[in-house]
């Protein structure tokens, strides 16, 4: 695992949690682990693929998941039902999209798979032999863990150019 | 959810379980589900990302994997440990690529993510928006389920020269 792909998560993460929530985020400390995931409530899992690929995952309790697509959305979610759910994707998914972004920017263009949704406690998850960086994020709604477990594609094997991705204007500047 | 993306799956699957573990494996009845998903003991999610784009899911229980990881390994094992886990998500990953080269073959060109592999029984996995087709392969050390989270996608995947990318999944 690559640690220059670490600033793009934690800079998008930062600034859609603080635009989409208005929480201010604030960085833990880093680890490195090699073992298998036990989840937290929530996790959104998100695969890049293109010239940095593998697997981001964002942990959550459910009670931090609810706060923050309470904050999205305007209005209180008492459970976490499917629009909730839908929420807290969405969440993740904007965040590796803006990732992406800074990411190609910085000369590794990749593309993310549609979010999975995991929703339960104990579940063991492996990225078999990417190790992973987990960054907590801390906001005063709770914390989100950023799980990356990334790495550079090796040369030839991925596609030197793809079509890319919408990119709005206001990011290309 | 396109049916036309099943048959790559079912006949992938078939020949790779035949080529790695000699089993021959009978599709079951198909089933569509918009609910989320409970777990069974071991998942292992692949993406896709392209003209196809959505989540691959393979779900079967601790006994069939340990089964499987026994026929691959050419050993007896009796649990399903960190090489077993690895070869399990392997064959979910030879399958996925072998799926997207049958896809590719039939105008749908995509790239596939590494796999990640979830243990553990009755956490929900929500694909969302996704429909997911239930795909049952029956075999004699167990069954097989694999989730179709797929849908068109509106991105190309350019290849260079005569570098086609998915071949490197090519058995």
Known sequence: MNVKFLNPFVEAASEVLQAECGVQVSRGNLTLHKSALTTDDVTVLISLVGQVQGVVLYGLSEKTGLALVSRVMGQEFPEFDSLAQSGVAELGNVISGQATIRLSKAGYSANISPPTLIHGRGVTISTLDFARVVVPLTTELGEVSVHLALREAPPGSAPSTFVPVMVPDSAKK | ?171
């Open chain 2, 1 to 171: 959810m396109n049916v036309k993306f099943l048959n790559p799956f079912v006949e992938a699957a078939y020949q790779v379980l035949q080529a790695e573990a000699r089993l021959t494996i009978s599709r079951g009845e198909l089933s569509l589900d918009k609910e989320p998903y409970a777990t069974d003991d071991i998942t292992i999610i692949i993406s896709l990302v392209g003209q196809v784009m959505g989540n691959v899911i393979y779900s079967l229980n601790n006994q069939t994997a340990i089964a499987l990881a026994s026929r691959m390994m050419e050993e007896d094992l009796k649990s399903l440990s960190a090489l077993a886990q690895s070869s399990i998500a392997e064959l979910a990953n030879v399958i996925t690529g072998r799926a997207s080269v049958l896809l590719s073959q039939a105008g749908y060109q995509s790239i596939i993510s590494p796999p990640t592999f979830l243990m553990g029984k009755g956490a929900i996995i929500s694909t969302l928006d996704f429909a997911r087709l239930i795909v049952p392969l029956n075999c004699e050390i167990g069954s097989i389920t694999i989730h179709l989270a797929l849908r068109e996608g509106s991105q190309r995947v350019i290849t260079q020269g005569n570098t086609v990318v998915v071949n490197r999944f090519t058995i």
